[in-house]
Structures are given as C-alpha cells and as structure tokens.
C-alpha cells in the first residue's frame, strides 16, 4: 500500500482553515559564547545561517518525512499520500530574519505571534525553521513550525528535537545521496488507491469512510497515537460527555491572529511548594495549581464575576505507562480533563483539589511516566511530546474542555545546536477550534518555560495574564513559606 495518510493525520488537514492553523511550533534561545577554541569554532566564512542549514540537512536525512509533501488523490475518494517533494529545497523552509534593536524579548514574541499565526503552504513539506538574531545579550533563537499531522512520533518527530544535542560540536557535513522518487500523476494514485482496495477491501472501505468523516468523526473521538494509554480513553470521554465544559471567556471564535508571550520561572520553586504539601502532591499538580491561580487573577482583572465553585476545564494530554511492554515510552498519549478550582480563593486548598483530581484519573491502572524517564527519551523528547498532545487537542470536542495546557518535562542539563547553548526553550502550542488560549510548558535546566499562545482579539491582556502566572506561583510560595 502508499504510505497514505491515516483517517485522524487527514482530518487534520480538512479541518485547518485560516483561523485554525494545525500546526505546532517552538521557540528556542540560544548563547554565542566566544573562546571555545577553534576545534569548536565556526567555518572560516561560514555564517549561522549557512552553519544551521547544514545541521537541518544533515539530520532530516534520517527523518525522511521532512523531505515529503501531501498528495490528494482525486476526488478526495482515499486520504492523500506522502510523496518526495521533487523540488525540495532546504534554503526555503530554513529561513533567516532578525530583530531591531534593541531585540528586546517582547520583540521576539510578536515576531513569533506573527509567523505561527500563517498557516504553512499545503504544497510544499509542512515545516519552517527560523533563525532569529540580533536577540539583546548577543542572543539568538530559532523557532520551528511542523504540521501536526506530520509528527505522529513514529514515523516523524517535530523537527525540534533532531537539531539539538547534550555535547557543543560543529556539525560535519554528510554526503548529500538523496534522490526524489518519482512525483505520482494523477493517474498513479487513483490506481494506487484501486490497488490499497484489492490487497486489502475492508481496511480501505473503513479507512475511506473515516476520511469522509474526517473533519466531523475526527473531532469526536480520541486520538490514538501507537498504542492507547493505560488511562482509558473510553472511560475519561464518558464521564465528561454528560458534563460539557462550562462557559468561559476562553472560548469563542478565533481571528487570523495570535499573539504569543513566553514567562519563565524557577523549577526549584515548584519543588519546594510539592515538599512542603501532602505526599500526594506532585510537581506537575503545582503547575496546575500555578495555572488555576493566573486564570482566577486574571478573570477578576477583568471584571467577570468568580463564583466559588467556578471551574475551568483542562484538557492535560498525559503520557503513561500501560501493560503493553512492547510499546515505545512516549508513544502513549491519553486525555485527562481536569476542572481547576478557579473560584477557591485560598491557593493550597486549589492545590489539593488538583492533586486529588489528578490522582482520580490515574486510578484506572495505568501511571504517569515519570519526569526521568520521559526526558530519558532519545535526543530532546519535549518537541514531539507536545505536539503529540496538539494531536490530542486538535482531535477532541471543543465542547469537552476549556483550553489545552501541555506539560512536558525536559532534561535538566545544558543542550546544544551546534556549538550554541540552549539557554530557554518555550512550545507554542495551536488553538483548537473555539479555543482563544493554550498552555504549553517544558522543564529545562532548572527553569519552567511557559509558551501563552492566544487568539489576538481576544486576549489583547495576554501579557496580564503572563503576570498573573508570576504572581500566582508567589502566593504558593509565600503560602508555603508561612506554613513552615
């Protein structure tokens, strides 16, 4: 059979439209640090730009994916194709761009606001890469897009994690031997897809109709990356479908525009208010906790009334550890919708509560995979866990849940693009349909990046709610501290 797109990748694609660009995107700050001595330095006449270019074609040659474009087949009677791009060229999809001075870090977020908010061209290979200079601090940052139907984590990772690495190194250029095959006619894959029906009728009639359905069906159900988690899909879906989430200010219909705020804070402060709080309390509840705390901040900034049992639903895409042993760590991606208490005033009682939804959903068998062994993953894990989660989001009601918040944690140790240091690194994660906000998170480091992307319109106090992130993990802190 062609190696066709599955009947979830392209409702993807059908569903995408001006205002709901699927694609997923990341946005990394690099150091330049001078005098590591010239075994480690750049090519004489070599620029970043050109030294970036051959990273990215150095490694996407063992992606091949990245090399590939989506074919329809006409009639849209089977879901498209990937084929090699004939005419692929790298210098288009690594592009070049800088900051005016002073390239301060909201400079950075409008740039990155600006370009993730276009959608990628549908006939070319559905990724862009950015080298952004003239950052203040000698700084620069690259920021990726990928096409969430592209990062399936099997076939394909976000292109994220393929161009970093634990040791500095320049990178040594590989004989360039690809060769496109051969762009299929029209004609070729209508007798494909005849073909696909021969070898296989049953599979293909149902593959057909799921393709038909796609933009429809494909938003119903749950997406099924690898092999389902140990948490069941089934059973979370039941328990919200009676309950459809409440309404919000989070949810309306989208414009063509984001914008996009990055907030960092410290891991440690996570650490200490989990050490000081039940046993049952983990890292990941005090982010929640923290996030809970910034929607409550920011809903009174605004006038709206918070009543004291208004919730704010969560859709949490959770890797876990199911009983398949034969399955790849990471491939296993299950919901877990979360109501944070956003009308408790008193921030460790919204902890608890947290923590104890939390551990509610984990009681069907199954367990969370811990922080040391998701970033255990080859290479930088995060890029392509977050978008497995966009994957999740994207293919899920919008009436089931409030926004998406992706927490992913990532190595706790220096990283590198060539000889550059990874100093911050922040996902930036789509907006499903009526969704006007998405949280994504990474650990790195000793930090926690957070990723605010949000509909222009309707969150013009983005920035407010970027405060109120800060100030709601204060009050957990001083909570804490008073406690001791």
């Known amino acids: ?8 990748d392209a409702s993807f694609l059908y569903l995408q439209d001006r205002s709901t660009p699927m694609h997923v995107g990341s ?3 690099f150091e330049r640090r001078p005098g590591r001595g010239s075994k480690r330095g750049p090519v004489d006449g070599e620029s970043e730009y050109e030294q970036l270019v051959s990273l990215v074609s150095n490694r996407i040659a063992f992606v091949p994916r990245y090399r590939q474009k989506v074919r329809q087949v006409p009639g849209r009677v089977m879901p498209p194709v990937w084929t090699d791009d ?3 060229d790298v210098s288009y999809h690594v592009r070049r761009s800088a900051l005016p001075k002073p390239g301060t870090a909201a400079q950075l977020e409008e740039f990155v606001g600006r370009i993730q908010a276009r959608a990628l061209d549908p006939h070319r290979p559905l990724w862009e890469l950015y080298l952004v200079e003239g950052l203040e601090g000698g700084r620069f940052a690259i920021v990726t897009k990928t096409h969430i139907a592209l990062v399936d984590g099997i076939h ?3 292109i994220g994690q393929i161009i970093v690495d634990p040791e500095a190194a320049r990178e040594q250029p590989i004989p360039h031997t690809w060769r496109a095959s051969r ?8 007798v494909g897809a005849i073909g696909d029906v021969v070898r296989n009728p049953l599979s293909v009639a149902q593959l057909a109709a799921n393709s038909v359905r796609g933009a429809a069906a494909g938003a119903q159900r749950f997406a099924r990356f690898g092999t389902v988690g140990a948490v069941s899909a089934a ?3 039941a328990r919200v479908a009676t309950r459809p989430a409440p309404a919000s200010p989070l949810n309306r219909s989208a414009s063509v525009h984001r914008r996009f705020v990055m907030v960092s804070t410290e891991l440690d402060d996570y650490r200490r208010i989990r050490a000081q709080s039940a046993q049952s309390v983990t890292v990941h509840d005090v982010v929640l906790a923290t996030i809970t705390g910034a929607l409550r901040g920011w809903l009174l900034a605004r006038g ?5 049992t208004e919730n ?5 895409p959770l890797s876990v550890l199911g009983d398949d042993t034969d399955a790849q760590l990471g491939e296993e991606v299950s919901p877990m919708f979360v109501d944070l208490p956003v009308g408790e005033a008193r921030p460790m009682m919204r902890l608890h509560q947290i923590a104890y939804a939390t551990s509610q959903q984990l009681d069907g068998g199954g367990s969370a995979i811990d922080a040391a062994s998701l970033t255990g993953l080859a290479g930088f894990a995060p890029p392509t866990l977050h978008s497995l989660g966009a994957r999740l989001g994207s293919a899920m009601s919008r009436r089931m849940f409030n926004l998406v918040v992706t927490n992913v944690p990532g190595p706790q140790r220096e990283l590198y693009a060539g000889d550059a240091p990874m100093v911050e690194t922040y996902p930036v994660i789509p907006l499903p349909k009526g969704q006007t906000l998405s949280i994504g998170l990474t650990s790195y480091n000793g930090r926690v990046d957070f990723g605010l992307n949000a509909d222009r319109d309707a969150m013009s106090d983005l920035d407010l709610f970027g405060q109120c992130l800060v100030d709601a993990l204060a009050e957990l802190l001083e909570e804490t501290e008073t406690r001791v």
């Open 1 to 8: 059979m062609a190696d066709r797109l599955s009947a979830l």
């Open 183 to 190: 762009t299929p006619s029209g004609l070729d894959l209508l």
């Open 312 to 316: 704010v639903r969560a859709l949490v």
């Open 86 to 88: 004939e005419h692929f």
């Open 304 to 308: 709206e009334a918070v009543a004291g």
């Open 156 to 158: 394909a990772i976000d």
């Open 27 to 29: 946005v990394m700050i």
């Open 235 to 237: 059973g979370v879906l």
